[in-house]
Each structure stands twice: as C-alpha cells, then as structure tokens.
C-alpha cells in the first residue's frame, strides 16, 4: 500500500476514544502516510486517559473539546493554529444518541435526549465548519469527511433517532461543501459498515445487525482500519475533485438485495420454524 500519501498535511482529528474507535485508526493511518496531527475530544471522554498512548505514539498534542460548545471549539482551533498553523483535513468521527444508548424505541423518544443527539452527532459539524470559515482554518484544497451510517436513508429500528442524526448530519455536508467549493475545499461522509467499536457494540441488536451485514455485503463489513485506508484517499489531493457525496464505505451491503446465503439461511429457518408449529399442533 502506497505511503507518504498525505505528506506535508496538517489535520484535526475528532472522536478518538479507545484503540477500537475509527478516529483512532485514521490517526494511526495518518500518521503512516506522513501527515501531522492534533487529536480531540470531549473533557469526560478525555478522563479516561486512554487517548494519551496514541498521543505519544504518533506525537501528536491533544486539545480538548466538547463539540457542542462553541467557545470550546474556537478554543481548540486558536491552540491548533498556534501549534502548526491552519489544516489541510479534519475527521468528524463523533456521535452518541442518549435515546439509543437507552433502548428507547423511535415512538417514545425523550427530546431532551433528541436534542443532544442531533447537537453532538449532526450540528456539531455545523459548527466546526462555521468556526473553521470564520478561523479561515481551513487552506485551500483542504478535506473534511464526517462518518455516517446508511440508517440516514434506510431505517434501522434499534438505531432510532440517530437515524434522523445521520440523515442531517449528511445535509450539512453537502450544504457546506457546496459553500466551500469556490476555494477548492471539499466536504464528503464516509457511511460506513457497522463496525465494533464502543458507540457500535453501545446499539442494542448492534451484533444482529453487524451479521446480517455481515452475510449480506459481497465483500463483508469493512474494518476501522479499512475505513481508515479510504479516509486517506479522501484526505489526499488524489479525491481533488470530490466533494457534497455521501460515499458508502460497507462492502457492497448499500446496493445488495440479498445475498445467496441470506436466502438460504432464512429458507431453513422458516422451514425449522413451520416444521416446528405443526409438530406443536399435532401434539396439542
Ligand atoms: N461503529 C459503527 O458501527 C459505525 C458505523 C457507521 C458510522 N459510525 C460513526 O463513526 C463515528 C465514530 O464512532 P466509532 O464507532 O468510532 O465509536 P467511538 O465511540 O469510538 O467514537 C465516538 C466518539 O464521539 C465522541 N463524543 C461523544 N460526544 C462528544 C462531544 N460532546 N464532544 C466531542 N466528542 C464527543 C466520543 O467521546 C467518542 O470518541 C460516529 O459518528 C459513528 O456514528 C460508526
């Protein structure tokens, strides 16, 4: 696989948590193909203190930042600009629904909990873009992607409102990079199969949904890593011209029906199951 790819480019990185997150996959990729780094995320997540052994790994600083805070996030870009100056790509690998983390079913959602869904998985890119215009953070050329989940055009029931997340999350991005285009910049998400990290596994039903992906996708669920390699064409000036697309990153699952051995599986299952009701039926 090529290396050196992203020479010479800065970038913030957004939701690195644990060695399973993806943002800690793209900064280990990153770092592979010669990019500098500033790692971030929210002051509680920082707590956990597990971030500092990817910092040193790849030297990069950490700056934290809760993404719903404005202050917080022209905080970040100020400390950011006086550590290596303005940035060439950013990955916003964030979001966290209280109602999903809850169990609670799309036709009983608390809005409270709505609200803090849609403000840290969805507009929170609003606002680091907004910041980054008015920072003038971003150079010329540079590449944001946001990760996303096909739950923004398909319904996933256990997903629940962060289906709706999604789906904004994906309108934001293609607003601003219909904004930004003029000076080069591109704005894309990256929708990505389920994937085991601590938000995926946080989904109840997320291990059924993971093999039914599993089994349906022709090439399988993509790894953090395998989403990782694909952000580093995106963060390359090798995507130049790509921008406003939500890219599915999932193995095939988005354009398959059903996969042969979905079908068979669920034959034999109704077949077990029919067999089952009329064995009971005689019985009774
Ligand atoms: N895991 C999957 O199956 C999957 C599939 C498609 C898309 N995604 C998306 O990928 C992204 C990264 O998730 P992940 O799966 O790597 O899980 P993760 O739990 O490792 O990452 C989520 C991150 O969001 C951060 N975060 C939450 N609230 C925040 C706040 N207020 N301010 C700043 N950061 C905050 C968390 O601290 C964490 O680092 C998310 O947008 C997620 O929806 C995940």
Known sequence: MAEGMLKGKKGIIFGALDDRSIAWRVALA????????????????LRLGTLNALSEEIN????????TDQEAIA??????????????FILHAVGMSPNVRKGKAYTDLNYTWVHQTLDISALSLHRVLQQATQDEMLNNGASVVALSYIGAQRIFSKYSDMNDAKALLESIARNFG???????IRVNTVSQGPTKTSAGTGIKGFDGMFTFAEKMAPLG???????ADYCMTLFSDYTRMVTMQNLYHDGGFATSGISEELVEALEK???????????SGEGG
Request: glycine letters at 8%.
């Open 30 to 45: 990153a770092h592979r193909e010669g990019a500098q780094c500033v790692l971030t995320n929210a002051p509680i997540a």
């Open 60 to 67: 990069a600083p950490i700056i934290p930042c809760d993404v």
């Open 75 to 88: 905080d970040l870009f100020a400390k950011t600009k006086d550590h290596f100056g303005t940035i060439d």
């Open 178 to 184: 219909s904004r930004l285009g003029s000076k080069g």
């Open 221 to 227: 669920n993509p790894s953090a890593d395998d989403c």
């Open 269 to 279: 299952a109704f077949a077990e199951e029919s067999g089952e009701a009329a064995n």
